[in-house]
């Protein structure tokens, strides 16, 4: 039977009441007056406004009221009748007292499709849709949770930490403030150079010791960013003579070790499997995971992009677990304008809304399709005020044109072409027998133009020699390249272009992407802060 053609009893018994007991609301009983309800979902409770359709009860007590409806309604109108049954529920015994007007705590509605959730304790907090009811646990969790004390903490314990540059400042009292609203989606928005790693450790630290959060996840799109993410957290002294990960745990995924700094000494530890399947509200950890391998820890590889085995982003160790919906009070989405949109947006987006933790995305481009998930931008410092308030370096365009590179390019009948075999990298050279127009936007991703390449590096050559003149020393440049895919990597034409180019040596011109064969690409963007060589980066944006 189609399942949207269910009225409201049958949708009950077979979607909703399956939804209740893989939550861990069983048994599932018919009120009687006899009472004496200890743990599970009671149908048809009586209130004084009208009979609830489940009363979940916990350790003898009522937690939460569920009005389900059928498939056809949408079920968050619907929240306002479960209120009023939380409103009409008998005081006495069975409840665990009065919130403000309600004598239940929190609230469902539900068609079996899709459920809303609220808390109707404070009323900032607002309804909101969950993946799944959440679990006896997890309700107790949110009843011992001193949201008030963790308030007044905050606000008696203003952000006045010395080394941290004003702007930083301003936007972890914007995110905290935005918290104490009952904001559960933000955007932070911060240029690229202007450390927005370093004030989100700073804010888990606050929120940590506030009591606020708990349990936090921090998410990134590549394994390389999330070793970069542990060592900030290894090397951040919280308290005088602490580090924050010998304050609190610090837990990730398997990291290589090519991707850690080999100067820093810290252990990695690996995140255990019941932290995320049995999450404890006395448990406080930080666990650094690419938002990949949550994917496939949430709903398996089905739908996934595969890696190769041995790659840099290799996740073929990962497997599917039983996480619910309450396993992390914060999430953290690094970079978040990267990997929720395209083609993977659905399955980095299935992630975020399967948790039902406070949702904070970080970026220094804020695009409509990333503000549209992240709902409430909270904060916003630009690369102009950046560069206005002197925290970063102004740049020069220079526009090369190229009329390949605008107009593509028109092969000829008898002209010689190399074709690259992709699988090894062998290259064989033809005449075509037919005449071929290669477009522009298939530069660099079906055909590639060396002397093209080689002549744009040679005009950019020619400001970074004037530069060198002016300034006594050779500028420090990142190029991106188009690609770093192996045998027709752009990255690689351009670093063997470079080299000739300049002809500095190898050491000169370095590449750091996330390739695998790259040795430890943390530690090379280091020297290429910090040394006088690598003065060029070939990079292609993973990093």
């Not at 599970?40 to 009221?65: M, N």
Request: charged share 25%; proline share 4%.
């Amino acid at each position: 039977m189609d399942e949207a053609e269910l009225n409201e009893a049958k949708t009950r018994k077979m979607l909703i009441d399956k939804d209740l007991g893989a939550a861990g609301w069983r048994p599932i009983l018919p009120y009687s007056e006899d009472g004496g309800f200890s743990h599970g979902s009671v149908e048809e409770y009586p209130t004084s406004k009208g009979p609830a359709d489940y009363i979940l009860f916990h350790q003898g007590k009522a937690v939460a009221c569920v009005e389900g409806k059928k498939v056809r309604v949408g079920p968050m109108n619907v929240l306002q009748q479960a209120k009023r049954y939380a409103r009409g529920f008998p005081s006495g015994s069975c409840s665990l007292g009065c919130f403000r007007e309600f004598y239940v705590p929190f609230i469902y509605s539900t068609n079996g499709k899709v459920i809303w959730f609220q808390d109707l304790r404070n009323e900032q907090n607002l309804p909101r849709e969950v993946a799944a009811f959440h679990t006896p646990q997890a309700l107790s969790g949110m009843l011992g949770k001193d949201e008030a004390s963790a308030t007044e903490w905050l606000t008696n314990h203003p952000v006045d930490r010395a080394f941290l540059w004003p702007f930083q400042i301003d936007a972890i009292q914007a995110i905290e403030q935005a918290l104490m609203k009952g904001r559960r989606h933000m955007l932070v928005a911060m240029a690229t150079g202007t450390g927005k790693t370093f004030t989100i450790v700073n804010l888990i630290y606050r929120l940590m010791k506030a009591g606020l959060a708990k349990r936090i996840l921090f998410l990134v799109d590549r394994r390389a960013l999330a070793a970069q993410a542990v060592m900030a957290m290894a090397s951040f002294q919280a308290e005088p003579g602490l580090k924050f990960d010998q304050i609190y745990e610090v837990y990730s995924q398997k990291i290589r070790k090519e991707d850690l700094d080999e100067d820093m000494k810290f252990d990695l530890k690996l995140m255990p499997p019941e932290y995320l399947t049995n999450p404890s509200s006395r448990d406080a950890f930080v666990y650094v995971s690419t938002i990949q391998r949550m994917r496939i820890n949430l709903f398996g590889t089905e739908g996934m992009f595969g890696t190769r085995a041995g790659d840099a982003d290799d996740d073929s160790d990962a497997a599917k677990l039983d996480i619910p919906i309450h396993a992390f009070d914060l999430i953290i989405a690094d970079e978040c304008h990267r990997g929720y949109t395209g083609q993977e947006e659905s399955n980095w987006r299935a992630v975020l809304n399967h948790l039902d933790g406070i949702k904070i995305g970080l970026t220094a481009t804020p695009a409509s399709h990333t503000k549209a998930f992240f709902k409430h931008l909270v904060y916003r410092y630009d690369y102009e005020r950046a560069v206005e308030e002197g925290f970063l370096v102004d740049y020069d365009a220079i526009a090369v044109k190229s009329d390949i590179t605008i107009n593509g390019a028109f092969l000829n009948e008898g002209e010689e072409v190399g074709l690259v075999d992709t699988r090894t990298g062998q290259i064989e050279f033809e005449f075509l027998e037919d005449e071929r127009e290669l477009p522009a936007p298939t530069t660099e991703i079906d055909w590639t133009v060396p002397d093209r390449n080689r002549k744009i590096v040679h005009e950019v050559k020619k400001y970074l020699l004037d530069q060198e003149q002016q300034l006594g020393h050779f500028p420090k440049t990142l190029i991106f390249a188009h690609n770093d895919i192996s045998h027709i990597s752009h990255c690689d034409e351009l670093v063997q272009i470079l080299r000739e180019e300049f002809n500095g040596g190898d050491d000169f011109v370095q590449k750091i992407t996330g390739n695998p064969n790259v040795d430890r690409p943390l530690q090379r963007i280091r020297e290429f802060r910090n040394r006088e060589k690598p003065g060029i980066v070939q990079g292609n944006g993973t990093l």
